[in-house]
């Protein structure tokens, strides 16, 4: 049965529970999006059609959609803002059928003849890279770039683009190709790895075919060499390279090279082929930040049609810490355990995922679940004698010990500044305390987080596990 059936049938059963003013107030342009791991995925068109779903219909709904399809077991909603401007979705109860929805500005990509666009992904474009602070630059830069006609005078020639593993950098040397092939349907762009490059000059070199490896990369309009790193002490592909370089530069051939590091600290590859590697823009991309990452999350799980609830995408986002490889890797075993059990993910499975995947680390709880950990003086304590493996009684008690006087101070601060209690509430919470004793406690410590670094690291991480920020 497919899903716009699903829907039908699901309305079908509604319609009779509730009143037809109600049903065509509330149902008429929700739209069944996807099904998937037991949870089913329904667009709404405005913030407050999604609110008033959750809160009074979610229930409802589930048990009629289980009536059509008894393995669902989550209903989970999001604002589709495309379903507003088109007309009813589900007129006179749902007959008519939706076209699928188009994603937005997803282009074709047609590989020019004889050029190695044959290794470029089509799932990798400048539109589905996300823009956090820690990538726009290069983002702007790539899209000037590809926005530029080929025979243009090029402003930022050569582009180098660096940063750690898994950053997006081939993804942006990729969508950058890609958007040219789609804007330039029959200039030569080559997109290479340092790698293949230097495959196929030892390939030259072994079949006496220089001249046509030569010629191959001088016919290039655009040149996009990945991973350049690669090329420390592979001396011969580095002349050619260099040669290659002058001539595309001269004739004002536009060239992107991507690194896992700056040109200056590029090793075993000669000064004259790294200054030039140097020579136009070098911008960096960095691990994104919490929101970004959230971002590229839904972009992901959408293009590989998984479902997840907002809590796990924050779970996610606060678990990915070194590199966004580890996201597409996470993703498709969700993707595969959907598939196996036809479980929707949970918090322990996900983790599971990364226990398996990182065995040392520690996992975090998601932002969301973490935000407002601490709701009373208890919790407080409770965290703080752990963090700091003491007894909590030792926090409430009165020992002059140094290391539980500061404990106790350090849970005081966190009592004001988190819950923003009075010294006299403190001073009641932690053993009935005078005031002042807090107040004087209090400062103490706030001087010290001012001038010991290892008192203002742990406050810090503290209010970080805390979910404050
Ligand atoms: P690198 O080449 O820097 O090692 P990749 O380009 O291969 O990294 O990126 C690793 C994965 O992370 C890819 O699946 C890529 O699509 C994804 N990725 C990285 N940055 C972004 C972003 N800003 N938006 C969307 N996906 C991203
Ligand atoms: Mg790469």
């Known amino acids: 049965m497919d899903k716009n059936q699903v829907w039908a049938q699901t309305l079908q059963k509604i319609s009779t529970k509730i009143s037809m003013m109600e049903f065509h107030t509330w149902f008429k342009k929700v739209h069944l999006k996807q099904i998937s791991g037991g949870a089913i995925l329904l667009g709404c068109p405005t913030e407050m059609n999604k609110n008033w779903m959750e809160n009074k219909y979610q229930s409802m709904i589930l048990i009629n959609v289980k009536k059509v399809l008894p393995e669902i077991e989550n209903v989970f909603f999001e604002v589709d803002l495309a379903l507003a401007s088109t007309p009813e979705q589900n007129p006179e109860v749902f007959v008519k059928k939706q076209a699928p929805r188009k994603l937005p500005n997803r282009p074709e990509t047609r590989s020019a003849t004889g050029v190695e666009s044959r290794i470029i992904q089509p799932q990798f474009t400048l539109q589905n890279f996300i823009i956090g602070e820690e990538t726009k630059f290069a983002h702007a830069v790539c899209t000037a770039i590809a926005e530029t006609a080929v025979n243009e005078v090029k402003k930022y020639n050569p582009l180098y683009i660096h940063g750690g593993v898994g950053l997006g950098k081939t993804h942006l040397l990729q969508g950058t190709a890609n958007e040219l092939l789609r804007r330039n349907p029959n200039a030569v762009i080559i997109y290479t790895t340092a790698e293949r490059f230097t495959n196929d000059i030892v390939k030259g070199i072994a079949t006496r075919k220089m001249d046509a490896v030569r ?68 911008v960096d991309v960095r691990m994104p930040g919490f929101e970004t990452k959230k971002a590229i999350i839904q972009e992901k799980a959408r293009e590989m049609g998984i479902i997840l609830p907002p809590e796990l995408e924050d779970f996610i986002a606060t678990n990915i810490r070194r590199n966004l490889r580890e996201l597409e890797n996470v993703l498709n075993k969700i993707s595969i355990e959907l598939e196996i059990s036809g479980k929707s993910p949970t918090e322990q499975s996900v983790a599971k995922i990364f226990r398996s995947l990182n065995p040392d680390d520690d996992l975090l709880a998601g932002n969301k679940g973490k935000q407002g950990l601490a709701k009373g003086p208890d919790d407080i304590i409770t965290f703080i004698s752990d963090y700091f493996h003491l007894p909590a009684t030792d926090l409430i008690g009165t020992s002059r010990k140094k290391e539980i006087v500061q404990a106790r101070q350090i849970a005081w601060i966190l009592c004001k500044e988190i819950l923003k209690m009075s010294y006299e509430a403190i001073g009641k919470a932690f053993g009935g305390k005078n005031h002042t004793t807090i107040m004087h406690g209090i400062k103490k410590i706030q001087k010290l987080r001012r001038t010991d670094s290892t008192i203002a690291r742990h406050i810090h991480a503290l209010k970080k596990d805390l979910g404050v920020r």
């Open 215 to 282: 010629k191959k990369y001088r016919k290039a309009d655009v040149l996009l060499i990945d991973d350049v790193q690669f090329l420390g002490g592979k001396n011969q592909t580095q002349i050619e390279l260099f040669n290659t370089f002058n001539d595309l530069r001269d004739m004002q051939k536009q060239m992107i090279f991507s690194a896992d590091r700056p040109p200056s600290q590029l090793e075993n590859i000669v000064d004259r082929l790294t200054s030039r590697l140097g020579w136009g823009l070098i």
